[in-house]
T-cell receptor
Framework: AQSVSQHNHHVILSEAASLELGCNYS??????LFWYVQYPGQHLQLLLK??????LVKGIKGFEAEFIKSKFSFNLRKPSVQWSDTAEYFC????????FGAGTRLAVHP | DTGVSQDPRHKITKRGQNVTFRCDPI?????LYWYRQTLGQGPEFLTY????????KSRLLSDRFSAERPKGSFSTLEIQRTEQGDSAMYLC???????????FGDGTRLSIL
């Protein structure tokens, strides 16, 4: 069965620290991969997407993700986080519908 | 704002009652999805529509749940004889087609007393 695994459930960082959130998926076909973000009190918003081509994709607010097909991974990165990045982050694979990971709650302290 | 709209935002009801939620997708979007999210989990797929046709239902969707999209525009999700385990956030999303990103609404939070 298709599944998405996010390795970190809670991450606490200080401002300016670097961020990497792990995501692994289980699906044998061609994948479309997404990272969504949910800021406190807001709806899920698309952060970035991978459909094909360059495996390094850039999203909004300085986030990027790298698709590594051999590792079935799509890790999210940001070189320097800000307090405003405090949110919950969800990795998802599109198999006609979205299969989400359990999410990673990120807290950034000033 | 012409994003995905859901109504109501919150619903509190007694166990055994029926509830109905509404979702208005982005106007030109053909696909409409329903998901359920509980605390500490990512959204779980329930069902989706291509225009007015319901194409897939998750096994999570018991026979107490029914969804419609009668004219290929707005959709309703009804839960009959609600149970404690139905307490969750119900999310609606829409997309232009199956490959394009899904846009989410704010959700309807259901609490069963």
């Amino acid at each position: 069965a298709q599944s998405v695994s996010q390795h970190n459930h809670h991450v606490i960082l200080s401002e300016a620290a670097s961020l990497e959130l792990g995501c692994n998926y289980s699906y044998g076909g061609t994948v479309n991969l997404f990272w969504y973000v949910q800021y406190p009190g807001q709806h899920l918003q698309l952060l970035l997407k991978y459909f094909s081509g360059d495996p390094l994709v850039k999203g909004i607010k300085g986030f990027e993700a790298e698709f590594i097909k051999s590792k079935f991974s799509f890790n999210l990165r940001k070189p320097s986080v800000q307090w405003s990045d405090t949110a919950e982050y969800f990795c998802a694979v599109n198999v006609g519908k979205l299969i989400f990971g359990a999410g990673t709650r990120l807290a950034v302290h000033p | 704002d012409t994003g995905v709209s859901q109504d109501p935002r919150h619903k509190i009801t007694k166990r055994g009652q029926n509830v109905t939620f509404r979702c208005d997708p982005i106007s030109e979007h053909n696909r409409l999805y329903w998901y359920r999210q509980t605390l500490g989990q990512g959204p779980e797929f329930l069902t989706y529509f291509q225009n007015e046709a319901q194409l897939e239902k998750s096994r999570l969707l018991s026979d107490r749940f029914s969804a419609e999209r009668p004219k290929g525009s707005f959709s309703t999700l009804e839960i009959q004889r609600t149970e404690q385990g139905d307490s969750a956030m119900y999310l609606c999303a829409s997309s232009l087609n199956e490959d394009q990103p899904q846009h989410f609404g704010d959700g309807t939070r259901l609490s069963i007393l």
